[in-house]
C-alpha cells in the first residue's frame, strides 16, 4: 500500500508561482512513475506532468516551459514547480504513483492517488 500526502496549494495572483509537494509512504519510491493530474470544476482531470524512475520527465502542452516536475528518492518526495501561473491553471492538483509499465499521461496507469492540494489563480 503508498500513501501520497499534498501539500503546497493555496491562492496566488496571475504570474506568480507556487511549489506543490507530495510525500510517499509504504512501497519502494524508487522504483514508481510519478504523476501530477489536475481537476477544474465542471471538468474532467487532465494531466499535467510525470516522472519516471529513470528522471525522464513528459509535461502536457499547456503547461510546458512552465512548470517543472522533480523528485527527491532521499525524501520519497515529488514536487510541481509552477511558474507564470494563469488563472486557467486554477484547479485541485493530485499526485499519483504508478507501480507498473503504462501510458503515464494517462490517469489509469495510475495505482495510487493523494487527496489532492487546491490551486487558485487570480487575475
Known amino acids: 500500500q503508498v500513501q501520497l500526502v499534498e501539500s503546497g496549494g493555496g491562492l496566488v495572483q496571475a504570474g506568480g508561482s507556487l511549489r506543490l509537494s507530495c510525500a510517499a509512504s509504504?512501497?519502494?519510491?524508487?522504483?514508481?512513475?510519478l504523476g501530477w493530474f489536475r481537476q477544474a470544476p465542471g471538468k474532467e482531470r487532465e494531466f499535467v506532468a510525470y516522472?519516471?524512475?529513470?528522471?525522464?520527465?513528459y509535461y502536457a502542452n499547456s503547461v510546458k516551459g512552465r512548470f517543472t516536475i522533480s523528485r527527491d528518492n532521499a525524501k520519497s518526495t515529488v514536487y510541481l514547480q509552477m511558474n507564470s501561473l494563469k488563472p486557467e491553471d486554477t484547479a485541485i492538483y493530485y499526485c499519483?504513483?504508478?507501480?507498473?509499465?503504462?501510458?503515464?499521461?494517462?490517469?489509469?496507469?495510475?495505482?495510487?492517488w493523494g487527496q489532492g492540494t487546491q490551486v487558485t489563480v487570480s487575475s
Open positions: 509504504g512501497r519502494t519510491f524508487t522504483s514508481y512513475a
Open positions: 516522472i519516471r524512475w529513470s528522471d525522464n520527465t
Open positions: 499519483a504513483a504508478a507501480t507498473r509499465s503504462a501510458v503515464y499521461s494517462r490517469a489509469n496507469a495510475y495505482d495510487y
